[in-house]
């Protein structure tokens, strides 16, 4: 797989530009709320350069970040990417933003989330996250879910692919020629399903999904 990790900082710079940050300040001079980004760098465009990559760099940055020690009650993660704990209104730590990892992972290989984006309610994601992932739903959180399904059968029947079969379908189903095999696609739904877990502490930790030699072949 290609990637940029020969390139050295100094040149990375000198083709992006030189990053334009701006300081964040309340109106009333008071100290920012932890949680809340000192400073907001401005987006980058890298033109025409060439990057020896397959897909575009995307960077990504949800806007809900919080402190390990100050976790919040809820989060606002766009719904297709949302952890099902938040869903649930279970407790939140960092291992959201690895159900978060697995979906952009998927989306950045074949270009689209794993879940369903326009008309999406947290009934029907539910019923999809149950189709894709790993591992039941957890008994906690049983009851809510049927009393959020109750009488919405798109929600209530499982019958879509499961996430391998969803992801080979949509990678190979592209109008694009594929750079991946089927191997490869194997291997990256291996990856992904590491981490869309219902319970939160089976979830793969980032440095283990960064340490899969998939990543380094």
């Known amino acids: 797989m290609p990637y940029i990790d020969d390139l ?4 990375f710079i000198e083709m992006l530009g030189k990053p334009e940050v701006g300081y964040v300040q309340k109106r009333d001079r008071k100290r920012l709320e932890a949680g809340v980004p000192e400073y907001v760098v401005k987006p980058a465009s890298y033109g025409n350069h060439s990057w020896n990559l397959a897909q575009d760099v995307k960077i990504i940055d949800f806007g809900e970040s919080f402190l390990y020690t100050a976790p919040p009650k809820t989060l606002h993660t766009p719904l297709s990417l949302r952890a099902p704990e938040v869903i649930f209104q279970d407790n939140i730590d960092y291992r959201v933003d690895l159900w978060s ?14 879940f369903d984006t326009f008309l999406i309610t947290p009934a029907i994601l539910v019923g999809q996250m149950r189709e894709m992932a790993t591992d039941e739903l957890p008994e906690r959180w049983q009851h809510e879910w049927n009393t959020m ?3 919405d059968v798109m929600a ?12 080979e379908e949509v990678y190979f189903g592209s109008p694009l020629s594929p750079d991946l095999t089927r191997e490869d696609i194997v291997r990256l739904g291996r990856i992904v399903g590491r981490l869309l877990h219902f319970e939160p502490s089976a979830r793969a930790s980032a440095k283990q999904v960064l340490d899969d030699p998939w990543f380094n072949e």
């Open 149 to 151: 399904n109750t009488g």
């Open 156 to 167: 209530t029947e499982s019958t879509g692919p499961n996430l391998q079969e969803w992801l």
């Open 8 to 11: 050295i900082e100094e040149r």
């Open 101 to 114: 990892m697995g979906c952009m992972l998927f989306e950045l290989f074949v270009g689209q989330p794993p």
